[in-house]
C-alpha cells in the first residue's frame, strides 16, 4: 500500500485531501446543522485546506520570505472572518 502511495504524483493526492476536506465539511454541515462549535470547525478546515493549497500549488516554502508571511497571514484571516462573521449572526 505505501509504495501505491509514493507512484501517485503529489499534486494529485493533494488534490484528493482537498475533496476529502470538502466533503467533510459538508457532511459536518449536513449532520450537525447549526451546532455553535461547528463554525471553529469549519474554518480549521478551510486553514487547512489554504495551507495545503499554499505549499503544494503555489509552492510557497520556496517563496521569499515575505511572500511566506503573507500568504500565511491571509489564510489566517480568512478562517478568523469565518468565525468573527458566525459571532456576529446571533
Known amino acids: 500500500m505505501n509504495h501505491l502511495i509514493r507512484t501517485i504524483p503529489r ?4 488534490w484528493l485531501a482537498l475533496l476529502a476536506l470538502s466533503f467533510t465539511g459538508l ?5 450537525f446543522g447549526h451546532r455553535p462549535w461547528l463554525p471553529l470547525l469549519v474554518a480549521a ?5 489554504g495551507s495545503l493549497v499554499a505549499h ?3 509552492e510557497s516554502h520556496t517563496a521569499h520570505p515575505f511572500v511566506r508571511w503573507l500568504l500565511r497571514v491571509f489564510i489566517a484571516v480568512v478562517p478568523l472572518a469565518l468565525v468573527i462573521s458566525a ?4
Open 27 to 31: 457532511l459536518l454541515g449536513e449532520w
Open 45 to 49: 478546515i478551510i486553514w487547512v485546506k
Open 11 to 14: 499534486p494529485v493526492l493533494t
Open 87 to 90: 459571532g456576529l449572526g446571533k
Open 56 to 58: 503544494y500549488f503555489i
